[in-house]
């Protein structure tokens, strides 16, 4: 978090003498507009960059090193959504080569339909979505209560439906949709969480955790929200 | 993490060395330092997430006394947890209300690079690979062996001496005789023949490759 020096200390634009052009910041710009719920829990060192707008609705939990970034297109965050340490989420957070080379073995059998976004622009994670450690997540949409387990990547433009399950280090490719309830696993697998599916009451206590577990982390975290309001 | 007053103007070195020989990056980033305790000569490397904060919030049922434990990261002696990875207390729903659980990690345990690590406990001697996940309440005995981009699932014992690997993760093997044994002694599956020249061995003793740290 680079502080910039009070304005007082810099010597104004006409008393410099060189013709050379002034350096720009490197650093990232700051997002044109945050929308966040006063609920909101930020904790220290999360990041909040690009230049498209970023929504974050109520309750949800942001832990520390976790990155949002809106540099090609907006990011909506639904109530209660839970980013964990450095998982990054956003358009154009994944370096693209990382996706295949040297990550893991076993991809999901890309769907095709070229490279380019198929869906509206933007990425927006419904309600109680979980993304949890070393996560990068380009997806369009995420429904409501699925859960992006650790060190997952979300190729672009992909439609996760609710309830879904994406077991650690999974990478799903750009342009794939799942439907609500599947459970992604071992790689390549897949199976729908029937469970889930048929008995409204699983559902439920699910929700129930979900809540005591934002109740916790707001209990053990400090929350840095002035930082960005 | 106190530095002897004594030594002035020291060169700022990328590692902090405390009293009892423990050295923490100085980008690492660790939150709850109260909850967290290093047993000497632990390595903790650059961009190394341990989350004290995630602490017990009530006395465990078993204890007499009525002070809270509140040591959520326990880490041994010689131990060394390499970039990027990131250490998470487990938590559970119990008794109705979210808890999080003390995790251990004994002695001589090398955690590789971009780890995600939430075991309950990880017994003395064990080497895990890179890119490994461990869930929730993983439970990992002595001398184990983990495979590269391993994903340990929740609530898995793992016995003493075996080699485990895949997604999910499964005993693929045992580490055999003579593993951490340095010299030209190494079995198992791909047991330690790298280690050899540099001094330390996969599962052995680890003093070797913390000195070498600076």
């Known amino acids: 978090m680079s502080t910039q020096p009070a304005p007082a200390a810099r010597p104004s634009s006409d008393r410099r003498t060189s013709t050379l052009q002034k350096r720009t910041s490197t650093a990232l710009p700051k997002p044109s507009s945050i929308v966040l719920d006063p609920s909101v829990l930020i904790a220290q060192h999360a990041q909040l960059t690009g230049t498209h707008p970023i929504t974050i609705g109520p309750g949800a939990v942001l832990h520390p090193h976790s990155k949002i970034s809106s540099v090609l297109a907006p990011v909506v965050l639904g109530e209660g959504v839970v980013i964990y340490e450095r998982a990054r989420i956003g358009v154009g957070v994944g370096d693209a080569k990382a996706g295949d080379a040297n990550r893991r073995t076993s991809v999901l059998p890309d769907r095709g339909s070229g490279g380019s976004l198929a869906r509206g622009e933007g990425t927006v994670l419904g309600r109680n979505v979980v993304v949890e450690t070393n996560c990068v997540v380009e997806a369009s949409e995420i429904g409501e209560g699925s859960v992006v387990e650790a060190a997952c990547t979300l190729g672009r433009g992909c439609v996760i439906g609710r309830y879904c399950i994406i077991s650690a280090a999974s990478v799903i490719p750009a342009n794939t949709r799942l439907d609500d309830f599947t459970v992604v696993y071992s790689g390549n697998e897949k199976r729908i969480n029937q469970t889930m599916k048929d008995r409204k009451e699983v559902r439920q206590s699910y929700k129930t955790k979900h809540a005591k577990q934002l109740d916790m982390f707001r209990k053990l975290i400090p929350n840095q929200l002035a930082k960005w309001a | ?214």
């Open chain 2, 1 to 214: 993490m106190s530095r002897p007053s004594a030594r002035k103007a020291a060169p700022k070195g990328e590692y902090i060395e405390t009293d009892s020989g423990n050295k923490v990056s100085r980008r690492s980033a660790i939150t709850g330092t109260a909850n967290i305790t290093l047993g000497g000569r632990t390595v903790i490397m650059a961009d190394v997430h341990l989350r004290g904060d995630l602490h017990p919030t009530r006395a465990a049922p078993s204890t007499s006394g009525k002070e809270p434990i509140t040591t959520s990261i326990s880490i041994g002696r010689c131990t060394v947890i390499s970039t990027g990875s990131v250490i998470r207390p487990p938590s559970r729903i119990s008794r109705g209300e979210v808890h999080y659980y003390p995790m251990k990690i004994g002695d001589n345990v090398f955690i590789g690079p971009h780890c995600t690590i939430s075991a309950i406990s990880i017994s003395s001697h064990v080497h895990i690979s890179h890119h490994v996940t461990i869930h929730p309440f993983a439970m990992i005995k002595e001398n184990v062996k983990i495979l590269p981009h391993a994903v340990i699932p929740a609530n898995m014992v793992i016995p003493s001496g075996s080699v485990v690997g895949g997604q999910p993760a499964r005993v693929v093997g045992e580490v055999g005789e003579g593993w951490g044994v340095g010299g030209g002694v190494s079995g198992g599956i791909g047991g330690g023949e790298k280690g050899g020249e540099k001094g330390w061995v996969e599962g052995g003793d680890l003093r070797e490759l913390v000195r070498s740290v600076k």
